[in-house]
């Protein structure tokens, strides 16, 4: 990993599509090595997947709501009943386990109140939950897909 293979990550991060071309312009390769170290971050498994990022509002989703669950129970059955669960709920956009005095974090999407209120009873028809406890998100102040990389350890050419 050297500077060169951060400034092609960080450029593919801002834009997915760009063309091999346009990238190597960018990074200040010619199109061939810089095919070459993509395949290779590929490889490597630091990039993971390319993907379009989709507009909330126009798509009818705008309302954000974290869910923090709290439950009683941790064996194997519970747990994998629950993960099945919001696996297949695709109004959850992000699933955590937590430390703390949350045991769960998810985050969903959804239109309004009444389409979480929805979501919400098919959640705990699904699985035993001990607490649920529901945020709206009043405004989006800062949201990105891009991972910082100044922490990358990259050796001096």
């Not at 997947?49 to 064996?75: E, I, K, P, Q």
Request: charged letters at 30%.
């Amino acid at each position: 990993m050297d500077r060169i293979d951060v400034k092609i990550l960080a450029a593919l991060q801002a834009d997915a599509t760009l063309s091999n071309n346009d990238l190597a312009d960018q990074v200040g390769l010619s199109p061939t090595p810089c095919w070459r170290r993509v395949r290779r971050l590929e490889d490597a498994g630091l990039i993971d997947r390319r993907v379009a990022l989709l507009n909330r509002d126009r798509l009818n989703v705008s309302t954000t709501v974290f869910v923090s669950v709290r439950t009683a129970r941790h064996d194997t059955d519970w747990l994998k009943l629950f993960h099945d669960a919001v696996a297949h709920m695709p109004e959850v956009v992000e699933f955590y386990r937590m430390s703390g005095d949350v045991d769960y974090i998810l985050k969903v999407v959804v239109p309004d109140i009444a389409a979480y209120d929805a979501f919400y009873k098919r959640l705990i028809a699904r699985v035993p939950l001990s607490d649920v406890s529901s945020s709206f998100a009043m405004e989006e102040i800062k949201m990105t897909t891009e991972l910082p990389l100044d922490y990358i350890d990259i050796r001096r050419s």
